[in-house]
């Protein structure tokens, strides 16, 4: 009868022990499938010790729009260049007042005489300029009368150039209109004072430079 209840005993216990080596399996084969799947759908992330090549490395990958610079129009204003004088300034219009060219606004600017051919067009386009300032000093056209024949005369509008060469050179009354007389060819006049007389008050002269386009 004991030796009975201890074969019981011993099978009790026997399979108490193959139940948990069975139920310790199973827990092994199932959390081998848990960890497996977590690592597989799971992202993974690198780990990087210069956050700042993260950043820069995605700013690379967004365009940006760009946009080409629009270049400045250039000013559709006249000036006169002749390199033998070291003349260079700007070319002003000069309007007509009562009949008669109001040139007390050229300054140190070179005139455009209203009712004359303007630069480009066919005609006589003519151009004044002080030989002398209030102050004493020279003006635009204060060494005009060295002018000779051959010498180059350019005149700029915007990024255009118009080129002259010189093709007389005279002095005439302050009553000769003939310089400013309209032409059927192109020509370029230019016209200043010249001697003056301290008792009278006034020049006595024009120097005129006749131009004619070449090019």
């Known amino acids: 009868m004991y030796r009975r209840r201890s074969n019981t005993s011993f099978r009790s216990l026997l399979t108490l022990i193959l ?6 399996i199973s827990f092994l084969i199932y959390d081998g499938l848990r960890t497996s799947t977590i690592t597989s759908t799971s992202p993974r992330i690198q780990p990087t010790d210069n956050p ?14 760009t946009s080409t610079p629009t270049a400045a129009p250039v ?5 006169l260049l002749i ?37 480009g ?17 020279k003006g635009v056209f ?26 007389d050179v005279y002095v005439t009354t302050p009553d000769d209109l003939t ?3 309209p032409t059927s060819t ?7 004072c010249g001697n003056y007389d301290f008792f009278s008050n006034q020049y006595l002269e024009r120097t005129i430079v006749v131009a004619e386009p070449i090019g």
Do not use: C, K, M
């Not at 139940?19 to 310790?24: E, F, V």
């Not at 000013?75 to 000036?79: E, I, N, Q, W, Y």
């Not at 007509?96 to 209203?114: A, C, E, M, R, T």
């Open 83 to 119: 390199p033998s004088l070291a003349i260079n300034a700007p070319v002003i219009d000069v309007y007509l007042v009562d009949g008669i060219w109001d040139i007390s606004v050229l300054g140190s600017n070179v005139g455009h005489l209203q009712g004359t051919a303007r630069v």
């Open 186 to 192: 192109p020509r370029l006049t230019l016209i200043t």
């Open 75 to 79: 000013p559709d204003t006249l000036s």
């Open 142 to 167: 204060g060494f005009l009368d060295q002018a000779n024949i051959g010498d180059r005369i350019i005149v700029r509008r915007g990024n255009i150039q118009y080129q002259y060469v010189v093709t």
């Open 179 to 181: 310089p400013v007389y």
């Open 121 to 137: 067009e066919a005609g006589n386009v003519v151009l004044s300029g002080h030989v002398e300032l209030r102050d004493g000093t």
């Open 19 to 24: 139940l948990g080596i069975i139920g310790g």
């Open 52 to 65: 700042t090549r993260v950043v820069a490395q995605v700013a690379t990958d967004i365009s940006l729009p």
